[in-house]
């Protein structure tokens, strides 16, 4: 059985209304070096409407300690009763978010502090749109923007056909929100390597991004 975390005299993870609630999720694993910060990116966020849903993968490190440390009536933390592996942490996750739009949350990134006000803004404006994303900055040894430069839409088509010129995925995990699909969490996110990078050929498959 899935154990929920929370420290003492905090209350746990209310309902909060779901009209453009947006799940933070975060796929936790080992990550005790920075998880604190990654969590800290979220609660700090612009956009308030937010839940925050963190599953802990069994970690071997002090991880589990750090969430439970954080006493916000925003977040829901689940440890899983036994280790589902890195796809299966994600399907987890996913499957728990509430909200109408989810973005994903490695316990290694931060989000910037409007990264959802904006993303919310952007497909508010767009219904037609499937997801929205920006550039990514590396922080440490390779410090810097991504560079990147897209149109201020993309329809899936060209979407598929910048990745496939560039041979790698344009759309990074962190700081990408995308609608909650119908389908299952285990159907759009596959068993592959790189299965981030089929959750965006499916979600944009007849969308634009």
């Given at each position: 059985m899935d154990k929920k975390g929370c420290s003492k005299n905090c209350k746990k993870g209310k309902i909060i209304p779901a009209n453009n609630l947006v799940s933070i999720c975060i796929p936790s694993y080992n990550g005790e070096l920075y998880i604190e910060e990654a969590?800290?990116?979220?609660?700090?966020?612009?956009?308030?409407?937010?839940?925050?849903?963190?599953?802990?993968?069994?970690?071997?490190?002090?991880?589990?300690d750090i969430i439970e440390s954080f006493c916000d009536e925003r977040i829901r933390a689940l440890?899983?009763?036994?280790?589902?592996?890195?796809?299966?942490?994600?399907?987890?996750?996913?499957?728990?978010?509430?909200?109408q739009y989810v973005t994903f949350l490695c316990n290694d990134d931060i989000l910037s502090v409007d990264t959802i006000e904006k993303s919310v803004e952007i497909?508010?404006?767009?219904?037609?749109?499937?997801?929205?994303?920006?550039?990514?900055e590396?922080?440490?040894?390779r410090e810097g923007s991504t560079g990147y430069s897209f149109p201020a839409l993309m329809h899936s088509e060209d979407y598929v056909k910048e990745t496939i010129r560039r041979g790698k995925n344009i759309t990074y995990l962190v700081g990408t929100v995308f609608r909650k699909p119908l389908e299952p969490s285990?159907?759009?996110?596959?068993?592959?390597?790189?299965?981030?990078?089929?959750?965006?050929m499916r979600l944009s498959k007849n969308q634009i991004s």
């Open positions: 969590i800290k990116s979220a609660l700090n966020q612009t956009y308030r409407n937010i839940e925050i849903v963190i599953c802990d993968d069994v970690s071997s490190d002090k991880s589990w440890r899983n009763s036994k280790n589902h592996g890195l796809v299966g942490n994600f399907r987890k996750v996913l499957s728990e978010a509430r909200g497909l508010e404006k767009n219904k037609g749109s499937t997801f929205s994303f920006g550039n990514v590396y922080i440490g040894c285990e159907e759009i996110i596959s068993d592959l390597i790189f299965f981030d990078w089929h959750l965006w």
